[in-house]
C-alpha cells in the first residue's frame, strides 16, 4: 500500500506548522511525552547545482532525552540522488520504500547502541 498524500494525489505542498498525520500501521499519536532518545536519524533534502535533489542521511545526538535540546550532527551516513520528476510523483516501487524504512530502522538500533 502506497502513503497517500494528505493534500491529494500527486501533489506536495509544504506546511509551516506540525499537522497530525497517522504512522501507517500504529494510527495517530495522540500526546507528545516530550521524551525523545538520546541518538537519531535525520533525513534532509537539498538541491544539487544540476538540479537533482539529494536526500542525504546523517546520524545525531543529544545529551539528554529532553525533546527542546538540540541534536549535534555526528557524522553522515549516506546520500542518493534523484530526479525531480521522481520525488514529485512520489511513486516508489514498494520494495524500494520497504528497504528505506527498514534501512532507517536499523541506523537507529546502530546508532543507539542497544542490542536488540
Do not use: Q
Not at 12 to 30: D, H, K, N, Q, V
Not at 62 to 79: C, D, L, Q
Not at 108 to 115: R, V
Amino acid at each position: 500500500m502506497r502513503p497517500v498524500c494528505p493534500f491529494g494525489a500527486g501533489t506536495l505542498r509544504f506546511a509551516t506548522r506540525p499537522w497530525r498525520m497517522p504512522l501507517y500501521g500504529l494510527g495517530i499519536m495522540e500526546a507528545d511525552d516530550k521524551i525523545r532518545g538520546k541518538n537519531g536519524v535525520v533525513i534532509s533534502l537539498r538541491e544539487l547545482p544540476d538540479g537533482k535533489l539529494r536526500v542525504v542521511v546523517d546520524d545525531v545526538e543529544k545529551e539528554s532525552e529532553a525533546a527542546t535540546e538540540p541534536w549535534e550532527h555526528k557524522f553522515f551516513v549516506t546520500h542518493k540522488d534523484y530526479e525531480k520528476i521522481e520525488l514529485r510523483k512520489i511513486e516508489f516501487p514498494e520494495k524500494e520504500l520497504a528497504d528505506f524504512g527498514y534501512f532507517v530502522l536499523a541506523r537507529l538500533i546502530a546508532a543507539s547502541g542497544k542490542t536488540i
